[in-house]
T-cell receptor
Framework: KAGVTQTPRYLIKTRGQQVTLSCSPI?????VSWYQQTPGQGLQFLFE???????NKGNFPGRFSGRQFSNSRSEMNVSTLELGDSALYLC????????????FGPGTRLTVT | DAKTTQPTSMDCAEGRAANLPCNHS???????VYWYRQIHSQGPQYIIH???NNETNEMASLIITEDRKSSTLILPHATLRDTAVYYC??????????????FGKGTKLSVKP
């Protein structure tokens, strides 16, 4: 079974721009969660989608948003990029979501200049 | 905030067992203990989880104390490839909504030849 895939793997953007990241979960998994990892804050939960609905949300500003499609693929969008948004963005999929085993993708490394 | 406490770092000799402790004194009755690890620059990898009984799989063993206030992850024969940051996480079913994963700082395990 193919693992979680994320595209693109690396991205460089300029402050003020917006960016969209994509995540394809493991086949059959209906939950997709997004995390941000920075050296200072570690791994932080952004949001979780299950059956196209946002089910949980972390403590991030409204510039961070996401959505999930009927095939469970998910995208996250960050608008008006700030330097502090430079991070590794990870998505994880699971069958039911939340506390159950989550399988992580390799991440997208976003650099904001 | 993470509800678990782990040592910042540990060393282990290659071929020996690595025992990684975790304190979770405020664990609730419906919370599971999960272990994930993150090898440098990769997405976290699920290792094992348990509720109150000891668990074993092909990767590791999980020993949970009878009062559930602490646990130990055991890698029976550590190899250099086990060098990673290991996260102990509590997660469960919170009021019908699956919880997200709240990562602490984890334990950096260094396996040395």
């Amino acid at each position: 079974k193919a693992g979680v895939t994320q595209t693109p793997r690396y991205l460089i953007k300029t402050r003020g721009q917006q960016v969209t990241l994509s995540c394809s979960p493991i086949s059959g998994h209906r939950s997709v969660s997004w995390y941000q990892q920075t050296p200072g804050q570690g791994l932080q939960f952004l949001f979780e989608y299950f059956s196209e609905t946002q089910r949980n949300k972390g403590n991030f500003p409204g510039r961070f948003s996401g959505r999930q499609f009927s095939n469970s693929r998910s995208e996250m969008n960050v608008s008006t990029l700030e330097l502090g948004d430079s991070a590794l963005y990870l998505c994880a999929s699971s069958f039911t979501g939340g506390g159950y085993e989550q399988y992580f993708g390799p991440g997208t490394r976003l650099t904001v200049t | 905030d993470a509800k678990t406490t782990q040592p910042t770092s540990m060393d282990c000799a290659e071929g020996r067992a690595a025992n990684l402790p975790c304190n979770h004194s405020t664990i609730s009755g419906n919370e599971y203990v999960y272990w994930y690890r993150q090898i440098h620059s990769q997405g976290p990898q699920y290792i094992i989880h348990g509720l109150k009984n000891n668990e074993t799989n092909e990767m590791a063993s999980l020993i949970i104390t009878e009062d559930r206030k602490s646990s130990t992850l055991i890698l029976p024969h550590a190899t250099l490839r086990d060098t990673a940051v290991y996260y102990c996480i509590l997660s469960g079913n919170y009021g019908g909504s699956q919880g997200n994963l709240i990562f602490g700082k984890g334990t950096k395990l260094s396996v040395k030849p």
